[in-house]
């Protein structure tokens, strides 16, 4: 999943003291999304997840909005991706999945939601992430929130799952993530009405974990990555972290069984568990030595990919 890091116009990437600090950065259009936003994203969490230094990913966007939906400015082309011919589209150009008799594959890469793409990369991260919501995420600015680990919300965010509005259904995985997170009533009382509501309503509803006036948006986030950064072994977190999610679809505990056998098992042997006992019997702060570059388990990944088709 290692990436070089690519030349940024949509999004910014800070890391300081084992933080990462993702911003989505077009202010000017509310940091609407595009396909190259889409991009940059993908190779921010290849980025993050190769860099051993990073202990946490913090998303957040820049100006007064967090993601306020698609860039709509192909207007009523917008979402018909045949038509689409300009760069801000997320599909590839010149590669149709239209067939010579006017039938659809849907099996074709060109068909795949830029959304998802962007949902599954965040997803598979082997670094937690926090998602500090600062204002408007209506669209993909909430659906690309749903795989991130926790979410805190300012007092100004608002959200909206209007894809009924616009004639089209809920994308980037979120009929998988939402229900799961929220419950199906809720899930479906959102997207049905199509509705924009406010912070403590996605409090209420389970959608953030905490909502904070804006000044503090950030330092919370920050103060949370911190305590993962300074207290954790980074191997553990990806485990762990990896373990919660892909148990979210298991059909029965054993499953949950195997993997914690597994797990337990294998960082057992590794220096991290010695590190972690021996530090706590010495009532010191611990140095884990296991890196996740070079030191995941080696039953790790224990499912296989997932081939869109």
């Not at 997840?49 to 990073?54: K, L, T």
């Not at 795989?147 to 805190?152: E, F, N, V, Y």
């Not at 980037?172 to 309503?201: D, H, K, N, Y």
């Not at 990944?301 to 997932?306: I, K, T, V």
């Amino acid at each position: 999943m290692g990436g070089a890091s690519m030349d940024r116009q949509e999004t910014k990437l800070e890391i300081a003291d084992g933080i990462a600090i993702l911003t989505l950065y077009r202010p000017d259009k509310l940091n609407a999304f595009t396909g190259r936003m889409m991009h940059e994203i993908i190779a921010a969490f290849d980025e993050t997840d190769a860099n051993d230094d990073v202990k946490a990913v913090i998303v957040t966007g820049a100006g007064r909005a967090f993601c306020a939906g698609a860039d709509l400015s192909a207007g009523a082309k917008t979402f018909d991706y045949d038509a689409r011919t300009d760069e801000q589209s997320t599909r590839p150009q010149g590669n149709s999945p239209v067939r010579a008799d006017g039938s659809v594959d849907y099996s074709h890469a060109a068909v795949r939601d830029g959304g998802g793409l962007c949902t599954l990369r965040i997803f598979e991260s082997l670094k937690p992430v926090i998602g500090a919501i600062n204002g408007a995420a209506v669209g993909i600015g909430v659906t690309m929130q749903l795989p991130m680990d926790i979410r805190i919300a300012s007092t100004d965010a608002k959200f909206g799952f209007v894809f009924a509005r616009r004639g089209i259904v809920p994308e980037a995985c979120s009929s998988w993530f939402l229900p799961r997170l929220v419950g199906i009533s809720r899930a479906m009382e959102w997207c049905a009405t199509g509705r924009v509501f406010g912070a403590q309503e996605a409090l209420e509803g389970g959608l953030v974990r905490q909502v904070v006036a804006p000044d503090q948006l950030l330092p919370t986030a920050i103060a949370l990555a911190r305590e993962i950064a300074d207290n954790t072994a980074p191997v553990s977190v990806a485990l762990t972290r990896q373990m919660l999610w892909r148990m979210l679809g298991a059909d029965h505990p054993m499953e949950a069984h195997k993997i914690d056998s597994r797990a337990i098992y294998a960082r057992g042997r590794q220096g991290d568990a010695k590190e972690g006992v021996v530090s706590f019997l010495e009532k010191r702060p611990a140095v884990y030595p296991d890196k996740v570059s070079a030191n995941m388990p080696d039953f790790f990944p224990w499912w296989a990919d997932r081939p869109y088709e």
